[in-house]
Nanobody, 124 residues
Framework: QVQLVESGGGSVQAGGSLKLSCAASGSTFSSCGMGWYRQAPGKAREFVSRISRRGTTDYADSVKGRFIISQDNDKTTLYLQMNSLKIEDTAAYYC??????????????????WGQGTQVTVSS
């Protein structure tokens, strides 16, 4: 059974940094793309960042220049380095992955697995 497990969340002061990790287990399939989303209380889940199977990266405007997405060489672990954190970055962060035997034609993938989320709280 495929599982995505996020870690690295916590509480930090504004201006600080955190690094999130997302480990995929139970899959022998290729990673066709992975990404990070977040959801603040009372708000809809929103896109944060994504990485294609070819390594192309993409960021929401709100985090561009502050967050860096990366993955390990075997594409089983996804990371999100978050710098210069702001109070408005407070949210539950979710990892998503497209793991399948044969990737579709979608450049960023078609996420079929989600993690349970890790909380990030930024205070003043």
């Amino acid at each position: 059974q495929v599982q995505l497990v996020e870690s690295g969340g916590g509480s930090v002061q504004a201006g600080g940094s955190l690094k999130l990790s997302c480990a995929a287990s139970g899959s022998t399939f290729s990673s066709c793309g992975m990404g990070w989303y977040r959801q603040a209380p009372g708000k809809a889940r929103e896109f944060v960042s994504r990485i294609s199977r070819r390594g192309t990266t993409d960021y929401a405007d709100s985090v561009k220049g502050r967050f860096i997405i990366s993955q390990d060489n075997d594409k089983t672990t996804l990371y999100l380095q978050m710098n210069s954190l702001k109070i408005e970055d407070t949210a539950a962060y979710y990892c998503a992955a497209d793991l399948r035997q044969k990737c579709t034609d979608l450049f960023w993938g078609d996420y079929n697995y989600w993690g349970q989320g890790t909380q990030v709280t930024v205070s003043s």
